[in-house]
């Protein structure tokens, strides 16, 4: 009894959470804890850390059987990411050892030429970012973002992605 009612108070909670957008990160990119998805009330500006749903592609769904992505609610069965946006449209982005955006160097962004199983990993080909797209980054050494699967539609944009209880271990 104990162990039902316990089951269908969290299966509720979760409810509530998703519904007002409330997300629990446990990737180490982002602190981990409880996140808020605050609705967009203007476009992406560099430095605005957001929640995105990965599009549905044969890359992302590479991704997620390398284990790179969770499963989730968005398109394709992904969880959301929380990234941070480092190049909007018509920026250029050079990818070599590491990334830079309009000739200056990005942060903490090496690039890794093997995943944490020792399988080749391979960077985007760099170019300059598309009308209706940002380029996204995670200063976490095997973050998987922008550096491997490019830029993705604002059409993903989520909203942006505000800490409720964090920490970093």
Not at 137 to 162: E, Q, V
């Amino acid at each position: 009894m104990f162990a039902a009612v316990s089951v269908s108070v969290m299966v509720a909670l979760a409810g509530t959470g998703f519904i007002g957008g409330i997300r629990l990160n446990l990737t180490p990119s982002e602190p981990l804890g409880i996140w808020r998805i605050e609705p967009l009330s203007r476009d992406p500006v560099v430095g605005d850390l957001v929640f995105i749903c990965p599009p549905p592609t044969p890359p992302f769904q590479e991704a997620w059987q390398r284990g790179y992505l969770r499963r989730g609610l968005c398109a394709g069965g992904f969880a959301p990411l929380i990234k941070t946006v480092v190049a909007l449209p018509s920026q250029h982005i050079t990818i070599g050892d590491a990334v830079e955006i309009d000739g200056a160097a990005l942060g903490a962004s090496r690039l890794r030429k093997n995943d944490g199983q020792g399988r080749p990993i391979f960077p985007f080909r760099g170019g300059i970012v598309p009308p209706g797209h940002v380029f996204l980054h995670s200063s976490f050494a095997s973050s998987y973002d922008s550096r491997y699967f490019g830029t993705i539609p604002n059409s993903g944009l989520l909203g942006f992605a505000k800490p409720i209880l964090t920490f970093d271990p």
